[in-house]
């Protein structure tokens, strides 16, 4: 499974705040029109939009928006905000693939020296999924103050 990532914009921010993750998931993810709230005030946020990769090569997308992700850059870390992928969509492979293409756009940011994300402790899936992508326990005092939440950076 491939991804391809746009930037959110006037044309397809709408669908992207109609993106929706299944139930049991709304408590652990941030929704789409926080995000990019978040985004507009701040310009170290990068919001993306997440399509199926047949979609490269065409202006006006012919398949839909599958998900969202977003990433901050501050102080050497690329930090991994958001990573949403739509319910109709959720277990092909696109929540991987899309964690898979962030990763690898971070990686040519000069700017970047460390890359990390977090997520909710009681969060099960999420620990097992990034671990599965190289990412380990990051042991930063941020982190330490924060109890609900792990904090976790890809060893190389």
């Given at each position: 499974m491939k991804?391809?990532?746009?930037?959110?914009t006037r044309?397809?921010?709408r669908e992207c705040l109609n993106l929706r993750v299944a139930e049991s998931q709304k408590s652990l993810v941030a929704t789409t029109t926080q995000s990019l709230a978040e985004a507009?005030?701040?310009?170290n946020l990068f919001p993306l939009a997440v399509y199926d990769s047949a979609v490269c090569g065409y202006e006006q997308p012919e398949m839909p928006m599958i998900g969202?992700?977003?990433?901050e850059?501050?102080?050497?870390?690329?930090?991994?905000?958001?990573?949403m992928i739509d319910s109709k969509?959720?277990?092909?492979?696109?929540?991987?693939?899309?964690?898979?293409?962030?990763?690898?756009?971070?990686?040519?940011?000069?700017?970047?020296?460390?890359?990390a994300t977090s997520y909710q402790k009681e969060n099960d899936v999420a620990a097992k999924f990034y671990?599965?992508?190289?990412f380990r326990q990051w042991d930063i005092s941020y982190a330490r103050s924060h109890l609900t939440e792990v904090y976790v950076k890809l060893e190389e």
């Open positions: 991804v391809h990532l746009r930037i959110v044309e397809n921010f507009y005030v701040n310009p969202f992700a977003m990433y850059i501050v102080a050497g870390v690329g930090f991994i905000m958001r990573l969509y959720q277990r092909q492979g696109y929540g991987r693939a899309t964690m898979i293409e962030v990763i690898r756009r971070l990686k040519l940011c000069p700017d970047v020296e460390i890359i671990q599965s992508l190289g």
